[in-house]
């Protein structure tokens, strides 16, 4: 296992595409009026905007769920041959478009797209009432573009266009995460360092850490990671590809039932992830199992040393905890949270480190080998 920390990046890589953070990500879905009632209720997510037929805009409903500063819009397809319907029909439900939020939408979008990036729209504004927006979009992995997004000129619910809605359910007095932490994403075999090169070439990011090798393997099958992040590590998208195993790994599996690259999990940064993995659960969200043998071994506990909650908490909640030379984290995470096996979450509260849970690797692939060997895809 080599893990590469670039905590001090080259300023000038910094600076050729700054960024303020994730904007949004956008879900292509089935029936975006259900996932918005799932959101709000198994997420505790506030619903705050609306756009479709009723504002004039005939192929979509959209509703904007917010939980601190993590944005989701869930876009459903209102005829069969609205754009979009198509990326249903491949990919299930899945993330379309991880928004980054950037202070100059022109520089960035020339940037990128002389940097070698495939322009999907130009730089252009969206106006209304309450001011105006510049956004501009770019391919990456599959079928995933980034939006770049400058909002400082605009006090609107969310884009021109969408109005203001009463939430889904009561609002909660606390929320369960405040920010998306990482975006994960899946690519083919042999593909993951060309997208490597792609997001340190077009936008400047730095490969944060690497993971290959048996700690990141297990008697079954393998993959290969690496992290990318601008230079404040306020964006990071891990990158995984498969790896020559005994059976099918993890990301093949997501391969197959998504019908190519995609974003395989959102890390939602939590405060309290006790109390929030108690409230999802009693709301019905799913987590993976983790044995009681993880939380019994005494190396673990040796190598943890303390931590704000019980060893005994955790192990109730199936919460596993790692430390670096930074600190420690606790994380968690979801099965897939619709019938295809691919995008699920991870909830993370963190302690000073700065990494991704490394000790936590083998027990999480073999947590989730188990679900694969009940669905058939082992």
Do not use: C, H, N
């Given at each position: 296992m080599n893990r590469r920390d670039a905590m001090e990046p080259e300023k000038s890589r910094a600076d050729v595409f700054p960024v303020k953070g994730v904007d949004h990500l956008r879900f292509l879905v089935g029936n975006a009026r259900q996932a918005a009632h799932y959101y709000s209720t198994a997420f505790g997510m506030k619903c705050v905007a609306y756009r479709g037929p009723e504002q004039g805009f005939r192929d979509h409903a959209e509703y904007v769920l917010v939980s601190g500063?993590?944005?989701?819009?869930?876009t459903g397809m209102v005829h069969a041959g609205a754009p979009g319907a198509e990326h249903v029909t491949k990919h299930g439900d899945g993330?379309?478009?991880i928004a980054i939020e950037v202070p100059d939408v022109d520089a960035a979008y020339l940037h990128a797209t002389e940097s070698g990036a495939t322009g999907v729209?130009?730089?252009h504004d969206l106006k209304d009432e309450h001011g105006t927006v510049r956004l501009a979009s770019i391919a990456t992995y599959g079928d995933t573009v980034h939006t770049l997004i400058d909002r400082s000129g605009y006090d609107g619910p969310f884009l021109p266009g969408f109005v203001a809605r009463e939430p889904i359910v009561s609002v909660r007095?606390?929320?369960f995460f405040q920010a998306v932490d990482h975006v994960v994403g899946n690519v083919e075999l042999g593909k993951m360092d060309e997208?490597?090169?792609f997001y340190a070439r077009v936008m400047g990011f730095t490969n944060m850490a690497e993971f290959i090798g048996d700690d990141i393997a297990t008697?079954?099958?393998a993959l290969m990671s690496k992290v990318v992040a601008d230079g404040t590590r306020k964006v990071k998208f891990p990158l995984n590809e498969p790896a020559v195993s005994a059976r099918k790994s993890q990301i093949d599996e997501y391969l197959e039932f998504y019908g190519g690259p995609g974003a395989q999990h959102v890390a939602l940064a939590t405060n309290d992830i006790l109390n929030t993995v108690d409230a999802m659960r009693g709301a019905g969200v799913e987590f993976l199992d983790t044995p009681d043998s993880y939380y019994d071994d005494p190396e673990l506990r040796a190598r943890i040393g303390n931590v704000r909650a019980p060893i005994e908490e955790l192990k109730r909640r199936?919460?596993?905890v790692d430390r670096d030379e930074d600190g420690y984290l606790l994380q968690i995470f979801t099965k897939p949270v619709q019938?295809?096996?691919?995008?699920?979450f991870e909830l993370i509260e963190r302690h000073g480190s700065l990494g991704f849970g490394k000790g936590n690797f083998k027990a999480l692939f073999e947590a989730i080998e188990r679900e694969q060997e009940l669905r058939g895809n082992l």
């Open positions: 500063g993590a944005r989701f819009v869930l993330i379309s478009d729209t130009e730089p007095p606390k929320r997208w490597v090169e008697d079954y099958s199936k919460i596993l019938d295809r096996p691919t995008v699920f």
